[in-house]
């Protein structure tokens, strides 16, 4: 029997979906990033479902790295799909994306569809990402991400605040500003969220999504 890994904070929707699994799927759930390094630790999963949105840990697919590592592939669960999320998503290297909202059939077909090595999105949303090479989201410190999720959460924010929010000087964030404006080809704060969003970028990345990962050649 196959072993799926479930990593959901939402224990009734886990329940929900560990019970529908059941026949055919040996489910372990963990709610949280710790729950989840403590059952790769024991055994090997041949499919993660991962909810993009960890209430607790923020966004879910900060995970993806661990999960590769143990050569696990991953079908992402969300409630709100959205372009820009199943854009991320793709980018990123999961396999497939599945609505919450959708029913159990949906998840299932993307179960199968990941185990014949095929990628389980909307077929117009793949198409559009695999021929858009202009869209991959470049290179980004850890540090740049985290200025890029303080402004596409609030707009308008000064450099001494964001400096306070980070604990680094004014000076240190223009110069990452100007490097963020160098990576994205734009000229000003506006145009950067415009691009970072048309790109992917949605509001709740976490920083570590981005940090030292050097983009798939």
């Known amino acids: 029997m196959q072993n799926l890994l479930l990593v959901d904070d939402h224990q009734l929707i886990a ?3 560990s019970k529908a699994l059941a026949p055919n799927f040996r489910v372990t759930s963990a709610r949280n990033p710790r729950e989840m390094r403590e ?16 209430a607790d840990d923020g966004d879910g697919l900060y995970l993806m790295p ?6 696990t592939k991953v079908i992402i669960l969300s409630g709100t799909a959205t372009e820009s999320s199943l854009r991320a998503c793709i980018k990123l290297g999961a396999h497939g994306f599945v609505d919450k909202a959708h029913n159990m059939q949906n998840l299932l077909d993307a179960i199968e569809a990941v185990n014949a090595d095929h990628l389980a999105y909307p077929p117009q949303v793949l198409a559009q990402v695999i021929q858009e090479s202009n869209n991959v989201i470049p290179h980004l410190t850890e540090r ?11 707009p308008t924010p000064s450099n001494d605040s ?28 506006h145009a ?3 691009e970072a969003k048309r790109r992917g970028y ?5 920083p570590a999504r981005m940090a030292n990962k050097k ?3």
Request: charged share 20%; aromatic share 8%; proline share 3%.
């Open 15 to 17: 329940q929900s979906i």
């Open 215 to 217: 983009p798939k050649k």
């Open 162 to 189: 964001i400096a306070q929010a980070l604990f680094v000087s004014p000076g240190r964030i223009k110069n990452c500003l100007t490097c963020l404006f160098e990576k994205f080809a734009v000229s000003n704060r």
């Open 144 to 154: 740049e991400t985290k200025i890029l999720n303080l402004l596409v959460n609030e």
């Open 39 to 54: 059952a790769l630790k024991k055994e090997s999963f041949s499919i993660a479902l991962l909810d993009l949105y960890l």
């Open 192 to 194: 950067l969220l415009q």
């Open 66 to 71: 661990e999960l590769q590592k143990a050569s």
């Open 202 to 206: 949605f509001t709740g990345m976490h």
